[in-house]
């Protein structure tokens, strides 16, 4: 099936640890983002690439990391430098830059203990 | 940046009783997408609008384009159990950073 697959769907970090969520898709789509969506509330973009080995940092990228080295692949880093990072995080994708459904994954929970 | 705002923030009708969201934006929209994400899900792609005053159908969700471009709303008519969610508005942009959601319209609905 043509998807979006995220992993781990449950994530449980001590704090000061590092946790990279993995996004693959094979809908050969371009464009990828990573989203956190917290309890009750709306999408906030964390990063975005357009094409590999290239992305850019969207609106709340302090204490986040990630890589585009290949166009099926688009790891999120959760780094100790993120202050909350107890959220639902969602990988999508788009077929392109400009106008086009976004296709989302089925998310990550990470709790910080 | 750009933004569309969501009213209400949460909505709760009974079955059968209507249902609508509106979103609104201070500036010019190119073209508006709704998404509904279930209970525990992820948003789900329902539609675009992209011309002014256009008004599309989905079984009992209507979804509108406002003449001026800068709102929009998706009413649905005779809610049942199973439309339970949030819905989303957003604002796809030119490029894949500027798209913006609103915080979306949680609708809950009992039997």
């Known amino acids: 099936d043509g998807g979006i697959t995220q992993s781990p769907k449950y994530l449980f970090r001590k704090e000061g640890q590092n946790v990279t969520l993995s996004c693959e898709q094979n809908l050969n789509h371009d464009a990828m983002y990573w989203y956190r969506q917290d309890p009750g509330q709306g999408l906030r973009l964390i990063y975005y690439s357009q094409i590999v080995n290239d992305f850019q940092k969207g609106d709340i990228a302090e204490g986040y990391s990630v890589s585009r080295e290949k166009k099926e692949s688009f790891p999120l880093t959760v780094t100790s430098a993120q202050k909350n990072p107890t959220a639902f995080y969602l990988c999508a994708s788009s077929p392109r830059t400009s106008g086009n459904t976004i296709y989302f994954g089925e998310g990550s929970w990470l709790t910080v203990v | 940046g750009q933004q569309v705002m969501q009213i209400p923030q949460y909505q709760h009708v009974q079955e059968g009783e209507d249902f609508t969201t509106y979103c609104n934006s201070s500036?010019?929209?190119?073209?508006i997408q709704w998404y509904k994400q279930r209970p525990g899900g992820h948003p789900v792609f329902l539609i675009q609008l992209v011309k002014s005053g256009e008004v599309k159908k989905q079984k009992r969700l209507t979804f509108q384009f406002g003449e001026a471009k800068k709102n929009s709303s998706l009413h649905i008519t005779a809610t049942q159990t199973t439309d339970v969610g949030t819905y989303f508005c957003a604002r796809v942009g030119t490029n894949a950073g500027k798209s913006t959601f609103g915080d979306g319209t949680t609708l809950t609905v009992k039997p």
């Open positions: 500036t010019t929209l190119s073209n």
